[in-house]
């Protein structure tokens, strides 16, 4: 029945939604998983909607104290049994075939090590939005962008071998604000490759109650810091040696979320400093030179000039 895949589900205050989440999982086309659930000490009835199910696929660890979202993935990757991770938020769901496309794509491709997919939009009430930003399929070219940020991976797509996590001891950090999949992917762009499938497997709940979207309220100006430690992380490990000013360039204007406007100076000093990253990338020989060349135009062409004031 090999191989066996792991889906991991951190839940925490998820009362309204977790049980389509679950049900999302048990009723997989592809029959050989287990779901490993971490119930991070939830304040509503959460615990109690998972008790429900007397399911032998269905493993539940319970956090003593609240422990956060980071914590209770890894632990729940830790307890895992799987060749594979799959990774799925306790409000989202999975599409029936996701698990099937998905061990069926990394079955024949050993060179990639984690595997996301399309993705859309739902509400509350479980109403579709729209179908989420296509995802990046060039290995090479999502490694790029994640010198900078993470573009079009949802972290809920993604399936991971469980000997690349082991053997580069990567975890989810903790205290990220929400952003422990940014650096995680950093973390792992720089010792793997990362694709998707062109396939819809997932949609992702937004609402209020959100752990992104309270915590991009709650802690703007924290996440802005540290969304910028992790850009210089992120470039300083990949080998690259900026100045302070052209890495401060960076964190003013390649921001988590872009700014409403920028302007014409902007564009002419984010031009320098990409001029200086793809001369240093030439002289380290890097193997993903054209998709950073590529990647430095798409931040200049679609995120930056296009906001612009034309009368400026």
Request: hydrophobic share 35%; with cysteine; aromatic share 10%.
């Amino acid at each position: 029945m090999e191989p066996l895949v792991s889906v991991v589900m951190p839940a925490y205050n998820g009362e309204k939604y977790i049980k389509e989440a679950i049900d999302s999982v048990l009723n997989q086309t592809y029959p050989n998983f287990e779901l490993i659930i971490v119930e991070d000490k939830s304040t509503d009835h959460t615990l109690n909607i998972i008790q429900t199910y007397h399911d032998s696929r269905v493993k539940v660890y319970q956090n003593l104290q609240n422990k956060g979202i980071s914590y209770s993935t890894n632990k729940a990757i830790d307890q895992s049994n799987g060749k594979y991770i799959a990774l799925l938020d306790d409000d989202d769901i999975a599409l029936k075939r996701r698990l099937e496309w998905q061990v069926a794509f990394l079955e024949t491709h050993e060179e990639i090590d984690i595997l996301g997919g399309r993705s859309a939009l739902i509400d509350k009430d479980g109403k579709f939005i729209r179908y989420d930003k296509e995802p990046l399929y060039n290995s090479n070219y999502i490694k790029a962008n994640l010198l900078f940020y993470n573009k079009k991976f949802a972290n809920c797509t993604a399936m991971i071998r469980k000997s690349f996590i082991e053997k580069n001891n990567l975890r989810y950090q903790e205290n990220c604000l929400g952003m422990q999949d940014f650096k995680f992917y950093i973390d792992s762009s720089k010792v793997g490759a990362m694709t998707s499938i062109d396939h819809l497997i997932h949609l992702k709940r937004i609402h209020e109650e959100e752990v992104t979207v309270l915590s991009q309220k709650m802690h703007a100006g924290e996440r802005k810091k540290l969304h910028a430690e992790f850009q210089r992380e992120s470039l300083i490990k990949s080998g690259f040696v900026l100045s302070e000013e052209h890495l401060q360039i960076i964190n003013d204007i390649i921001t988590e979320v872009p700014e409403t406007t920028y302007s014409v100076h902007d564009a002419k000093q984010l031009y320098t400093v990409f001029k200086e990253i793809i001369r240093q990338a030439k002289d380290m020989n890097l193997d993903y030179l054209p998709e950073l060349e590529y990647a430095c135009k798409k931040i200049l062409g679609e995120r930056v000039i296009p906001r612009i004031p034309i009368f400026e």
